[in-house]
């Protein structure tokens, strides 16, 4: 594999790195102009609704799909993993108690790591035991938080149920219907992983210092947790909200854009084209709605996609359809971010690994705008 640090090019003014190659990895791929994804060379298209998320984490974390033999070792290495540490059992409740959901899982992750048996080592076969364990534990995170949050217990995870089906258990306390279980799991498959994205990029450039794969994690989380990134997924549902019938997107999205203000949950640099996994999304916010009589927000967002794309030819992204799949889902909107993270830690894992296996140093150079030659003077003359 090739340095990442070697692809960085010359083109010191490009702000936010746009067209700069920040690495090589065989994670995951973007054609942004046909508007395609790949994980591992497989097209995300001929992996949706064929894969379960836990045959998902398989191919990103160790690099093939899995036979049957080996995604039953891995569901039973998942159900063994969900187990919190007892540091992280002693400050739940306390963390909950104050912090919002992507505060308290950047916290919680990090004193995960402390609990963790192989927290010295970044060999390989401790980082796949450690990416394991982070799959396992962060979907439990996020219950946890709000069952304490909310006064509530959240049950035992099933080990009868995969990450979603759990993820749904824990979180709204009845056993989901298959096809709830089903659309999350679609869900976190199209979540997992993004070739280069602001969260992913952080966990490289921690790895890289050779700190430990829950740190990188940590750093991450903290990313993701911004509105222009995991944080836009909520601003949507927002959005959403605002809105107080179909008839009046057109004038809300007007509204918005005379006072300069973003549309959230449309356009995404890395395509030019829509979005693949918006489509995807959209298709399982279509099938909830129809499958719970109730289909108001599917059809305010669709009407969104028609205004925004008539007033400003921008497609919808990841985030757009996701909002009103995961409520139609019964998942409170403050808990939208966690779930995107949960799914993501596939990915940074694997990017975590895919690091350290081949590390150099990442340390970009900077283009230097501020003054020259100043000269001190004494302060009274100042």
Request: proline letters at 4%.
């Given at each position: 594999m090739a340095d990442p640090a070697s692809h960085l090019i010359a083109a010191r003014s490009s702000r936010g790195f746009a067209?700069?190659?920040?690495?090589?990895?065989?994670?995951?791929?973007?054609?942004?102009?046909?508007?395609?994804?790949?994980?591992?060379?497989?097209?995300?298209?001929?992996?949706?609704?064929?894969?379960?998320?836990?045959?998902?984490?398989?191919?990103?974390?160790?690099?093939?799909?899995?036979?049957?033999?080996?995604?039953?070792?891995?569901?039973?290495?998942?159900?063994?993993?969900?187990?919190?540490?007892?540091?992280?059992?002693?400050?739940?409740?306390?963390?909950?108690?104050?912090?919002?959901?992507?505060?308290?899982?950047?916290?919680?992750?990090?004193?995960?790591?402390?609990?963790?048996?192989?927290k010295d080592s970044n060999r390989p076969d401790a980082n796949q035991r450690k990416a394991v364990r982070l799959v396992a534990q962060l979907p439990v995170l996020v219950a946890r938080y709000h069952a304490a949050r909310t006064g509530t217990l959240a049950p035992e995870p099933e080990p009868g149920l995969g990450i979603a089906g759990n993820l749904l258990y824990q979180i709204t306390g009845k056993p989901p219907e298959p096809e709830l279980q089903a659309a999350l799991d679609e869900s976190l498959v199209l979540y997992a992983d993004h070739t280069m994205n602001a969260s992913t990029f952080a966990a490289r450039v921690c790895a890289a210092t050779l700190s430990d794969m829950h740190s990188a994690v940590v750093a991450a989380v903290g990313t993701l947790k911004g509105p222009l990134h995991g944080g836009?997924?909520?601003?949507?549902?927002?959005?959403?909200?605002?809105?107080?019938?179909?008839?009046?997107?057109?004038?809300?999205?007007?509204?918005?854009?005379?006072?300069?203000?973003?549309?959230?949950?449309?356009?995404?640099?890395?395509?030019?084209?829509?979005?693949?996994r918006a489509r995807h999304l959209a298709r399982i916010s279509r099938q909830l709605s129809e499958a719970q009589g109730v289909d108001y927000y599917y059809r305010l967002s669709v009407r969104l996609q028609e205004t925004v794309l008539e007033h400003r030819g921008l497609y919808p992204n990841v985030d757009f359809y996701a909002a009103s799949v995961f409520h139609a889902l019964g998942v409170p909107t403050e808990l939208f971010p966690a779930l995107t993270a949960s799914a993501r830690t596939a990915g940074w894992t694997a990017h975590v690994m895919e690091q350290h296996l081949d590390n150099r140093l990442i340390r970009p150079d900077s283009e230097y705008v501020g003054e020259r030659d100043q000269k001190w003077v004494p302060i009274e003359e100042r």
């Open positions: 067209d700069v190659v920040a690495a090589s990895t065989a994670l995951s791929d973007i054609d942004g102009r046909a508007g395609r994804l790949f994980y591992r060379g497989y097209d995300i298209h001929d992996l949706l609704g064929r894969v379960s998320f836990e045959e998902c984490v398989h191919l990103l974390q160790r690099g093939t799909l899995p036979t049957q033999r080996q995604l039953d070792d891995l569901h039973a290495n998942l159900a063994a993993a969900r187990t919190l540490g007892p540091t992280v059992e002693s400050v739940l409740d306390q963390v909950s108690a104050t912090a919002r959901p992507m505060e308290a899982l950047r916290t919680l992750v990090s004193v995960a790591g402390s609990d963790d048996p192989d836009a997924i909520q601003a949507v549902m927002a959005m959403l909200e605002s809105i107080p019938n179909v008839d009046a997107v057109e004038a809300a999205v007007d509204d918005r854009l005379a006072r300069g203000e973003r549309i959230m949950g449309f356009g995404l640099r890395a395509y030019h084209a829509q979005d693949p």
